[in-house]
C-alpha cells in the first residue's frame, strides 16, 4: 500500500498548493500524519483541533444554528468546519472531520463510529458520511485514512 502522506505531499509541492486541516474527533491525528512527512512544512499551512462547539463556532465559523438543528457530527458542520478553515488560513485545499470516536456518545441515527468528512478547494465542496467500526481508537485511525484518500482523490491534478 502506499503511503497517502507522501502521495500528497508530492502532489501540493509540485502543483505549489496548500493545505489546512480542522479536525474534531480525530483529535489532530490527521495533522500528524500529514507532518510525518519530512517537508510537509511546504504545503501545511495549519490546523485547529475544535472539540468543543465553541471552537467550531469561534474559531472555523461553524454557525451555532447549524449545531443546534444538526450537530456537531453533521454533514453540515463538516461543511461549514471545512470551509472556515480554509478561508482563515488561506489555503488551496482543506479537508476536515467530525465524528463520534467512542465508545461513549452514540445516540439513535448517529452510533458511535459515525464520521463526516468534508473536502474544499476553491469551488468545490464535497462531504461524505461514513459508519466505522471498532475501538476509539481505530475509529480515529479509519477517519484519518479515509480523510487522506479524499484528500488525495480531491487534489488528483
Known sequence: MK????EIGKILKAGKKTLAIAESCTGGYLSHLITSVSGSSDYFVGGIIAYHNQI??????????AIRKYG?????CAGEMVMGIRKR????FAIAVTGIAGPTGGVKGKPVGTVYIAFAAKNELLVERFSFKG???????????????????????
Open 72 to 76: 456537531a457530527v453533521s454533514a453540515e
Open 89 to 92: 488560513l488561506k489555503t488551496d
Open 135 to 157: 475501538s476509539r481508537k481505530r475509529v480515529i485511525e479509519q477517519s484519518a485514512k479515509k480523510a487522506l484518500e479524499m484528500l488525495l482523490a480531491g487534489i488528483l491534478p
Open 56 to 65: 467550531k463556532i469561534k474559531e472555523l465559523g461553524v454557525r451555532p444554528k
Open 3 to 6: 503511503n497517502l502522506e507522501a
